[in-house]
């Protein structure tokens, strides 16, 4: 008899960016999955990000997505929450400036917004849920988040987004000082990653 | 050696219906899980029904129970989507008339607002999503749907809602004429519970 290999399950990543991909592969590691990216799929839908909240953001791509693909479809949805802002700018954070994706102009209205803010009333979080939807409308979502404190000027050069002002107390480093390793340990999207992968385990 | 059980689960019904609880029940039946009703629970907060559709409300009520008692909470919502009203009265299926839960009202309003529409142009779905939530903010959703027409006068004594108005064709019955046991094995609620019981069945 010959050896029996489980038989691959494929989800598609909803983004075509290639640091995430990266990344969501890392965290998944080991299951019987085959990850595609967004980009094998010209065709796919625009999905607007215009929920309330992560969770809607998340779970819209991922359903839109699979309904039209027919396939298995894990999206996120992520961003920061700045306690004196009143949880700003949260789901705008990709757009807090006015442009999709403008991390300069973003950071530097974060700044402003906090310039009469002491250190000890700069606590914020990331927030990331992850979204995987099957055709069948079936949904699962995972949340991870992680604590720091938004800093006074941009430091580090890794990493993304606000990641130069998201200073991470325990290390002492903003995420975009921290080494990616280290920053996918501790990080929103890695801690929502790892809780979908415990969720889709028994799922294969 | 004593014969091992595998310990039950427990999970809470975020609903005080009789009904709904004894149609779960039985859709569950033979799974390692004890039902426990809302009703157990007096200091548990009353959920609002502020989202857009079924997938938010159902997700919502279960998520914030889920959270304030720290158990699994299965929580659901549905209503009646006709096409001639474009989807009316949808989310707001219970209290189209108005007053949560005036049945007879919201019947009588329906059946106004479809006055002039001919038979051909009745048609209409009863939709329903299921969610589970954990405490840790994992959600698990599911969704039924069943086809049907609405008629031009109430027909038949079970069931509760728009029952009575929505004739079933390939019973040529009302939901309000069918044997609770047909209905809840045709229904939309019944599709969801179905599809539950497989998504959840790997996860205890």
């Not at 992560?54 to 306690?83: I, M, P, Q, Y």
């Not at 954070?93 to 803010?117: P, T």
């Not at 993304?160 to 921290?178: C, K, S």
Request: aromatic share 6%; net charge neutral; with cysteine.
């Amino acid at each position: 008899m010959s050896k029996q290999e489980a038989p691959e399950r494929e989800i598609v990543i909803g983004s075509r960016n290639k640091g995430k991909l990266k990344e969501i592969q890392a965290v998944l590691a080991g299951l019987p999955v085959r990850l595609r990216s967004l980009s094998e799929f010209p065709d796919a839908p625009e999905v607007e990000e215009t929920g309330a909240t992560f969770r809607e953001n998340a779970e819209l791509k991922a359903l839109v997505l699979a309904s039209h693909l027919g396939l298995w479809v894990l999206a996120d949805d992520s961003g920061l929450e700045v306690d004196a802002l009143k949880g700003e700018p949260g789901v705008r954070s990709a757009r807090y400036a006015g442009q999709h994706g403008d991390d300069a102009a973003n950071n530097r209205k974060l700044l402003e917004a906090l310039r009469n803010v002491p250190e000890a009333q700069r606590t914020a979080r990331f927030r990331c849920v992850v979204a995987l939807a099957r055709p069948d409308s079936l949904v699962l979502t995972v949340e991870g988040s992680c604590e720091g404190r938004i800093g006074f000027q941009p430091r580090g050069h890794g990493g993304f987004g606000y990641d130069p002002l998201f200073l991470y107390p325990p290390e002492n480093q903003t995420f975009g000082d921290l080494d990616p390793e280290i920053k996918n340990r501790i990080s929103h999207r890695g801690e929502a990653l790892r809780n979908l992968r415990k969720a889709l385990a028994p799922m294969l």
